[in-house]
């Protein structure tokens, strides 16, 4: 049993339990659908379809300006570097699994020299007095809402309040890794610019919960993203066009925007099922926003048979793959669309089946 | 007069000289027209959409590989780096108006600490003495074919090789930009492969001449290949999903890649018209290219009027922007696909009420 039949009969199962559908050219061409051909491209950051949707998300986030970009990748390091510039100090702070930190080839670090400060453990969220008790004087503390590499996981917002309190009476920028800031509220019940106006600056996906092509929005006050403007040309991030990304995300944010308290109760409803399974559990137990991590003790290769077996039994994708953990294995599920589409009966077959399989592992 | 009623009555116009047509949003949806919504997406740089495309690239080019990058900036920046890298300098060469040196907020230099030494004049392309007289000790040469700032020009083939032969000597890497080189393989009569064989490394735009969204392939060997790979996650480049660049790409390349022979003898049948008229005329003279910039000795105020009103007057867009220049002023032309699709008579027409226009200016 190899991973790739995993991965195959998750591909070949009519439903999956996870995510808005896959990601192929129908995303595109069901945004583009209502889209005269007539509207002109933007050209280089300028044009009504790029300036507009700038406008929109600025207001959206309760900031002065906001630019879309390419990447949250580019968005993120361009804003650390520019906080960096202005504060006059090379270095930043952010959780040891943050995206700068494992997912970007260190870019961070060789194209802006600048240095990074991991605080809190890597299996929990950036507490006060992780911050408060840093030494160093750092430029910016970089948040990720909710921690994605830990299952979502998010600090209370009172946590967050006192943070961002403490930046500001220490001069630190507080940035918001918002790639899934939308999934959070639902939680937190509170507003995106309630949020928002907790940090300095923000970025947010246009691809995660909002289920876009790509794409990413930086926004913060005008004169910080005029700056970041200058850095996205250095990066090679401002194309000529990027509307077959604006214009998608403009699509899909309208539709999923008000979607979020959907997909996070279904999130607790989903990561119950799983906990309910012998040897299966999720982090965080009780979702706190759309997504989390699911757990198994025994290796991949225990696992995988039982789960290639129970989705292609039931015609029901659960996942394509599994992580290899030190003890056990893992894998990530996000909440979206499919997941309603779905008959109970069917949601609780492959979970029964899980788990007789699972207690027959044993 | 103002410049914005020249840009009006261009757009007003129902047919241009140059170009493929508006940037719009057809030109997706036309490219999306015969893809089936079913086509995966690329993922992060992988998958069959990306890679099919680059390993059809890679060919096309005569290179051992090649990578889809969302800009030439991003593309050519990271190339650099690599020949720097490899060869143990920190310091390249290129034309004073190259685009690296005057369109990316010195990303090259800001980015990756890279020094530059510029060659040749301003107003002529790099010549083979001006590389062998060269002090300083560099890790590559970049050249760029055909140089736009000036019109399109090029060096002869024959330097191509004695630069190529004089790198490969000296242990310099060449690099290509080649934004535009297909619309100089009529002039140079020579194939594609033929030209990036002088070449360590070749970038080609999908949105210049072949008239794509936007996106970028770059060439080279293996090697080299798999850390451009490194630097375009960096650079926050490696996008979840590029196809809507990709595959808009293949298609108008297969469109047009031929036609550059069609494009370029419209280009000299067009120069002619401007230099036939009375205080206009074309750099280079004779173009050779699909491209050249035609210059008045007069400024941009009394020249905007004459053009708008010639535009309007024959319903066909001359320009819609003229460039103050130390003496006078100047436009970019490059000629795509529009240009067959005007009656000769419109185009004789045009020009005569140009040509009468400014003989009465003086």
Not at 90 to 99: D, E, G, T
Request: proline share 3%.
């Amino acid at each position: 049993m190899t991973k790739s039949e995993l991965l195959e009969t998750y591909e070949e199962s009519s439903q999956q339990l996870a995510g808005h559908g896959w990601r192929n050219v129908a995303v595109l061409k069901d945004a583009f659908e209502s889209i005269d051909g007539d509207v002109k491209s933007d050209k280089y950051g300028s044009g009504a379809v790029i300036e507009d949707f700038q406008q929109q998300m600025a207001e959206f986030l309760g900031k002065e300006a906001s630019i879309f970009f390419p990447s949250g990748t580019m968005a993120q390091q361009i804003a650390l570097r520019v906080w960096c510039d202005q504060n006059g100090v090379k270095k930043v702070a952010y959780h040891p699994l943050s995206h700068l930190e494992i997912h970007e080839e260190d870019g961070l670090k060789e194209l802006h020299g600048i240095e990074t400060i991991l605080l809190a453990d890597k299996e929990r969220v950036i507490e006060l007095e992780d911050v408060t008790s840093m030494d160093e004087e750092i430029a910016c503390l970089l948040l990720e809402l909710p921690q994605r590499e830990i299952g979502g996981q998010l600090p209370s917002f009172e946590t967050l309040q006192a943070i961002s309190a403490h930046c500001r009476q220490n001069g630190i920028k507080l940035h918001l890794d918002g790639a899934r800031i939308l999934e959070c509220l639902p939680y937190y019940k509170k507003s995106i610019t309630e949020v928002c106006s907790l940090f300095d600056s923000v970025y947010l996906s246009m691809y995660k919960g909002i289920g876009g092509i790509a794409g990413a929005i930086l926004a913060g006050d005008q004169e910080f993203m005029a700056q970041t403007k200058i850095w996205k040309k250095r990066h090679g991030g401002d194309l000529i066009s990027l509307y077959p990304y604006i214009l998608s995300a403009e699509t899909y944010l309208a539709q999923r925007k008000d979607r979020m308290e959907e997909y996070y109760q279904h999130a607790i409803e989903l990561a119950a099922y799983f906990n309910s399974c012998e040897g299966m559990s999720t982090i965080p137990e009780v979702p706190v926003s759309n997504m989390f991590h699911v757990h198994f003790q025994e290796a991949p290769e225990k696992i995988a048979p039982i789960l290639t077996e129970a989705q292609q039994y039931m015609d029901l994708g659960v996942t394509g793959y599994l992580k290899a953990e030190q003890i056990g294995c893992s894998f990530e599920v996000s909440l979206g669309d499919q997941y309603k589409l779905i008959s109970r009966s069917k949601v609780a077959g492959v979970f029964e089946r899980l788990d007789e399989k699972m207690k027959s592992l044993n």
